[in-house]
């Protein structure tokens, strides 16, 4: 990947700036890495499968013949011997929404070349994440022991099921795959890969700290993904 | 744009007013009016392959991943073929080929349309031509991300692996038709009901992730890779094809995905996302309340951009290959580019044009039809300024300019078909019948297909050197062009006295008689037109090594693919020196120029006092 050097270019701002970008040689977005365009327009390509996820969620659950079941009955938890509704489920997504923080503060030690705080900060992010596909697996088994299937649903419609384990699973994938890279990049932070431009073991291309922004962007579009998905199966 | 943008870049001194013959004395010196601006981000890093397997397998150079994505498109396609044939043997001959029963024609008539679609023109396009000509045409060296784009590659061929390897599986590959509609798909009684839907679904996965891998590439290296001097509206029109194209792609394959993982979810796990309460045999099937409609929404969101995904690339290209053999410039460049994304733009607003008989509401169709028809203005802007490009243009009658002037005539005949199906009550009539495969095949098989072979004998002395041998090629295009006119010219008839597509025989209906005659004739076409494709292969076989030697810019062409330090270019394209671009790549025979082209490289000093268009 190539670094931009913009230096000397004076970048104007509002549409006019967006304008004259547009109709300039060489780049699109001035000084943007290739790589976090690239992520952007993979978040958008992302997006387009969430969203036909989520319209179909709506259309199927239009169309069933039985009753949707109750949200808060079926996500509720039982703890002290009282019924607390979405419980877990808040737990989860302050867990999400709090490693959303973390990843963007070990950004900003990235780019200040702060190597220790960025790379705990990256491991914090990834144990957060780990904490969230563990309660999901927690929640899957609760229901699943409770009888619900993809196929089946004791408390309703069986499209139900269908819908919750293929796009919370899906999300949960995403998810998985980000805590994965979150360690691989928290190990090559420790490692220094990215001081000193090592090349990496596949693409043979040199690090830098730029990689951390292009995971981050990912982290923060896996975390509003989960909104919707919360808004829509939990509140709804 | 500013003055003083355009003071900095020589904008202004590109332009013949600014610039006047002679003018030895002025205040701009030749370094001010080539100004361009300076390089804003350092050379790429490229990984350079030392083995066999690295350079010429597991290849990171675009150059040979576009050809590798050529040659396994090819192959799937002379796969589909091979399966149109069989079906025409059937309809023409019924009976002809002994081992052939209703099922398997069904699942030819699937995998025949899945491979030409998805395996075969979108990959060809975006694949192949998209690898090879977009680094080359924005002056890259290589796409943006290499590594990706070698997996991208792999991917398809596990795609394509999956793919075949349903005729093996037991069942056989699906034969549901290749819109894949359930709950018919996955029902028992359908061919390919378990091991073949399967298997299509994992395959069109594993295109869309080995898809997008590419379409990342592509869409970064025109947004962000272009060289000195290469603005968006200086890029030729090819790259504007695919750049849209591609686009649409990821915005559109993003559906495809979700209808295939619902369909498998479905057809593994018994899940009801598309399959309603279904009574076979006289007993309930365990699935309830799911709704098939929502699946060719899906599939249709996909559906018609894909359409698209095909055709505009073939737009783009065909513009070049037209403005470079009438050696005028493509009339209305801007036109072309706006219309180009306007197609594009239009693309996902009338995908329920092919649901007008689904029961979706009526208003819908009403709304979708008016959409339809307003693609109808940016294409027909498209056609008069191909026809005003050729119109007093020094036009060269080769096998080049043959393949692209049937293209025009092609696409205008599958056009005005598309504009009767576009309307909801002549489409009620017309659906499910001939009159739809003559249309689509015209329009997105045939127009298309010509624009593949008029850049394959426009770009083979880029790729290999030599030409291909223009006597084979006539050969090719008359057979090609009279033989697929003499096949979907008659369909067009057979569906106006109502023949049903996608049947095995037409048993004892009226049209058992009135069409079994025309089928034969039909049916003739089709081998003979198959069998003409393999005249181009013989072609790229035989002058390979004895062809005669093309040189460098063979076809004086401005664009920055034939301007690279050797040819065939080599990896990293343009030896230790990117070029630096000053002009759009379609200045030909401008006045008061020495030569009837000037190339995209040419500085403004070398061409003071000739009449150039400013861009």
Redesign the interface.
Known sequence: ??????D??ELKPGF?GMS?D???????????H??K??MW??L???T??F???LI?YM??RG????DWPNASQVFGLHVFGVEVPLLLIAIMTFVLITSSGTMALAVKYGYEKNRKMCGWLILATAVGGLIFVGMQAFEWSKLISEGVR??ENPFG???F???FF?ITG?HGTHVSIGVIFLFIYAYKTFAGHYDDSKRGW?????GDYVEIEILGLYWHFVDLVWVFIFAFFYLW | ??DE?ENK?GYQAQSSETISSGSGGGSRTASDIDY??????????L?HGHSFITKWVFCQDAKVIGVQYFLLATFTGVVGLILSWLMRLQLGFPGAAGFMTAEHYYQFVTMHGMIMVVYFLTALFLGGFGNYLIPLMVGARDM??P??NMVSFWSFFVAVGVLLASFFVPGGPTGAGWTLYPPQTILEGTPGSGWGILLMCISLILFVAGF?MG??NY??TV????????????MPLTVWGIFTATVLA??A???L???A??MT?DNV?????FMP?IIQAGEIL?Y????PI?FQ??FW?FGHPEVYIVALPAFGIVSDLISVHSRKNIFGYRMMVWAIVGIGGLSFFVWAHHMYVSGMNPWFGFFFATTTLIIAIPTAMKVYNWIITLWRGNIRLNVVMLWCLGFIVTFVNGGITGIFLGNVSIDVPLSDTYFVVAHFHMVMGIAPLMVIMGAVYHWFPLVAGRFLNETLGKWHFWLTFLGAYSIYFPMHYLGFIGVPRRYFEMYDSPYMTSAVGMNEFISMAAFIVGAAQFILIFNIIKTLKTGKSAGSNPWKANSLEWLTPSVPPEHGNWGDKLPV?HRWPYDFNVPGAKEDFITQTTPPSDVVGTEVEKT
């Not at chain 1, 169309?63 to 039985?66: A, C, H, I, R, Y």
């Not at chain 2, 947004?223 to 200086?234: H, I, P, V």
């Not at chain 2, 309830?288 to 709704?291: A, D, N």
């Open positions: 990947m190539s670094d931009p050097k913009i000397g270019l006019k004259e547009t109709g300039s040689d060489q780049t699109m977005f001035k000084g943007v290739w790589g365009a690239m327009i993979f958008l390509s992302d387009f499968i969203s036909c996820f179909s259309k199927g169309s069933t013949l039985v993809p196929w419609a069986p499209q099921g269908s819908f293929m899906f596949f693409t043979s291309m040199k | 744009m500013s943008y870049t361009v601006r300076p390089a804003e981000v350092t050379d790429q890093d990984y943006v991300f590594y990706l997008t379409g990342l869409l970064i947004l962000q890779a272009r060289t000195r001097g290469m603005t968006l509206m200086r990821m915005l394959f993003p559906a995905l979700v209808g993982l619902m979810l796990l018994g899940t009801s996302f309460t365990e309830s309340g799911g709704s929502l929404h899906l969101f671009v």
